[in-house]
Nanobody, 127 residues
Framework: QVQLVESGGGWVQAGGSLRLSCAAS????????????MGWFRQALGKEREFVAA????????YNADSVKGRFTVSRDNAKSTVYLQMNSLKPEDTAVYYC????????????????WGQGTQVTVSS
């Protein structure tokens, strides 16, 4: 059984902050979480799922979409099998369901390289 469970979503006013967490569990991730590149994607209503941020296995390399650079920070704690997304200076256009994913290979930017996905958490930013 494989589980990625996101939490931390909610409603916030523009300019505010939220911190998303994604905890991995199950036999697939036990003792092997650090072998996965972890990423965050988001999907707004009526739009395709888009890349937000990704972080390498050891946490030493991270990638961010241009739309979130300077505002969002991805991090991970391999001892806790958890990846985080700190979101600051939120804008209404950040409103979406946010998904975390795990990829055995790749930088984490390409959606089709992901092997596992969480169920998503809603983030709503009001103006």
């Amino acid at each position: 059984q494989v589980q990625l469970v996101e939490s931390g979503g909610g409603w916030v006013q523009a300019g505010g902050s939220l911190r998303l967490s994604c905890a991995a569990s199950g036999r697939t991730f036990t003792g092997t979480f650090s072998s996965y590149t972890m990423g965050w994607f988001r999907q707004a209503l009526g739009k395709e799922r888009e890349f937000v941020a990704a972080i390498g296995r050891s946490g030493g390399r991270a990638y961010n979409a241009d739309s979130v650079k300077g505002r969002f920070t991805v991090s991970r704690d391999n001892a806790k099998s958890t990846v985080y997304l700190q979101m600051n200076s939120l804008k209404p256009e950040d409103t979406a369901v946010y998904y975390c994913g795990a990829a055995r290979e790749g930088t984490g930017i390409a959606r089709d390289r992901y092997d596992y996905w969480g169920q998503g958490t809603q983030v709503t930013v009001s103006s």
